[in-house]
């Protein structure tokens, strides 16, 4: 049996346990502080490294949630969009048969059109009938009415005159009297 007291013993136990556990060569005082003190690092450390964990798993976090947000958004997005095709699709098939339509229509009028004049060449149609002249000729023609008009307006001026210039003499001297009374009655 030991010399120790009951307490001593449990004492003695705890210790040894705390030394094993700690690692320690001996039982001296500086040895526990030292394992101590390497344990207390050990610690730090440790929260440190839980601390990075924890921030490094909230990042993670957000950036999951920023994740779903997206994808929800492109899902409903895709959704749109396929909404938007099956609503569009349809037209977009009736413009690509009209647009073959005028495509072959076009063609058949380019050949008229080369078969036309080539039957104006063989019966050799007068050019000046053709439509870009007569449009030329139409243009001339407005253009002389336009420089027409004022000389239109004063040929009808001198219309109204008598044609007789002892008449002229009279109307002449109507208008005058006409001046005259009108002034005196004013």
Known sequence: KSSLS???NVSLNGLAKMALILKLKDSSIC?????LHHLTRDIRSMERSHNMEKRLI?????KHTDAIVKSSSLKRTLSELAEH???TEPKLDQRLRETAF???KSQ???KLIGELKSSNKDIKMDPSLY????????KDLQMLKDELAPLHAKWKSYHSLPADISLAKVKLEEAKQEMVS????A
Do not use: M, P, W
């Not at 040895?31 to 394992?35: A, K």
């Not at 909230?58 to 957000?62: P, Q």
């Not at 009108?182 to 009655?185: E, M, Q, T, Y």
């Open 58 to 62: 909230d990042a993670l976090t957000i």
């Open 85 to 87: 095709t099956a609503e």
């Open 31 to 35: 040895s526990f502080y030292c394992g």
């Open 6 to 8: 009951q307490s001593g």
């Open 108 to 110: 058949e009028y380019q």
């Open 102 to 104: 005028l495509g072959r």
């Open 182 to 185: 009108g002034s005196h009655a």
């Open 131 to 138: 439509h870009s002249n007569l449009v030329k000729r139409a």
